[in-house]
C-alpha cells in the first residue's frame, strides 16, 4: 500500500537573476556608439500548484530541497539574458501552505490555503536579472561603465500541510464501524479488522444515491479522549475533520471490547473535537447509532437518541453489517451536504488571486526599512529591498557606488539613521558592509555615506 503523508517540510528557493552586461557599441566608422549592455534573465520562481489527481504528499517525503532555474547573464549588442523555468510543485486539494522559521521549524504565517483545482500560489519568487549600463544614461553621464549584479533569490522553509476535502466525515471512536460504513456506501474498500486502529490512514469515498446526488466521504482514523492533546492518533488525523461540512458521528451500540457506555463516548468526542478546534463545536452534526442489530442494544440506542436530539442533531438507527438503515442516512446525508454547498456558494465572496495577494503582502514587507543599534555607535539596517541594492552593486567599481549612494539619499536613509540616534562617525552596517555616518548635510553636498567593505 502507497504511504500516506499529510505533513512536510520542505526547503525553496527561486533561481537568482542573471547579471547585466556592461558593454559599448563597437562598429567601424561609429567610434562613440554609446552603451550596449544588455540587462540579465530573471530567475524563475517555485510556485505550488493543486493537482485534483492527487491525495497525499508522498512527494515531499524524502525531498527536502526545492530549485528553481537561474536566469542567465546580458550580453553586448543589447542581448537580453534568458528567464529561468518556473519550478512547479504539484499538491492535493486542501494544502494549506505556511511560512517556517527557519530556526525552530514552527509556522509564522499562513501563505495560502489552496482549495480549489489548478489554483496556485509562488513560494519563491526568482531574482530580478540586472540591468545592463544602457539604463544608467542620462543627460549628464553619457556613458556609464558599470551594471548591476542579478538578485539572489529567496530561499526559505516552508510547511505544506493537507487536509482531506470531504463533504462529510465519519468519526467516533476506534473500532466503532465507520471503515464497514464507507465500505458499503462507496467503492472505497479500507482494511477492516476487529482490533482497535485498524484504520491508520484516512479513506476517502465517493458516494451517489439512487435520485442523483452524491457526495465525497472520508473515513478518519478513530479517535480517543486525549486525541486534541495528542493522544492515539489524534493530531495526526483530527485536521482532517476541519474542511467537512458536515460531521457523521459513529457511535457503537454495543460498547466495543471495553465495554463502554455509548453516550459517554458521543460526548467525549465532541469535547475532544471542540477543543481541538472550537468551530467544529458548531459543525453541522448526524448521530449514527451502529451495529443495531446486536441484541440488548435498545435501551443504550433509546438512551443515544435523547442525547443527540438534546444537542439538536438528527439520528439514525443503522447495522453497517446488515445494512440496516444504510439507505436513510445516505439520503439524509446527501440532502444535507447539498444544502450546506448551497450555503457555503453564497457565502463565498469574489477573492483576488492567491499569487496577487500573495505578491502585494511581499512588496510591502519588502519596502520596510529597520535601523536597529547592534551596539553603542554600531548601527545596522536592514530591509529586503535595501539590501537588494547592496547585493546587486558592483563593488570594485566607484560608478556603481556612486550611484548606490545616490539611491540611499533618495530612500531618505540619512534621515532615517539620524531619527533613529545615529550619529556622526558612527558605523552604519547593511548585510557585509560598513559605512561611516557622516550626518545629514545639505543636499548640494557630496554624498553623506563614505562606503567601504567590511
Known sequence: MATFTDLSHINVRGGDGGAGCMSFRREAHVPKGGPDGGDGGNGGSVIITTDPQLSSLIDYRYKHH????????????????????????????GTVVRELDPATQTPLYEIADLTQPNESVVVAPGGKGGRGNIHFVTPVRRAPAFAEKGEPATEHWIELEMKLMADAALVGMPSVGKSSIIARISA?????????????????GVVRTPDGQSFVAADVPGLIEGASEGRGLGHQFLRHIERTALILHVVDMTGGFEDRDPVEDYHTI?????????????RPQI??????????????????????EADGYPFFAISALTGEGI?????????????????????????????????????????????????????????????????????DNDEAVDYLQRRFTRLKLEELLAGAGCAYGDEVRILGYAFTFEGTKDPEDQDDLVAEED
Open 188 to 204: 472505497a474498500r479500507p482494511k477492516i479488522a476487529d482490533y482497535p486502529f485498524t484504520t491508520l490512514i484516512p479513506n476517502l
Open 270 to 282: 465532541n469535547a475532544e473535537l471542540a477543543a481541538y478546534a472550537t468551530e467544529l463545536a458548531v
Open 327 to 395: 439507505d436513510r442516512l445516505v439520503l439524509q446525508t446527501a440532502s444535507h451536504v447539498a444544502k450546506l454547498r448551497a450555503e457555503s456558494a453564497a457565502e463565498v465572496p469574489a477573492q483576488e488571486g492567491l499569487s496577487e495577494v500573495w505578491e502585494k503582502r511581499r512588496a510591502s514587507r519588502d519596502k520596510r526599512i529597520e535601523v536597529t543599534c547592534e551596539e553603542p555607535g554600531v548601527w545596522r539596517v536592514s530591509g529586503t529591498n535595501i539590501e537588494r541594492m547592496v547585493v546587486q552593486t558592483d563593488w
Open 66 to 93: 526545492f530549485r528553481a532555474q537561474r536566469g542567465t547573464h546580458g550580453q553586448g549588442a543589447r542581448k537580453h539574458g534568458r528567464d529561468g523555468e518556473d519550478l512547479v510543485l504539484r499538491v492535493p486539494l
Open 287 to 308: 448521530v449514527v447509532a451502529n451495529k443495531c442489530d446486536m441484541p440488548g442494544v435498545e435501551e443504550a440506542v433509546e438512551a443515544l437518541r435523547s442525547a443527540a
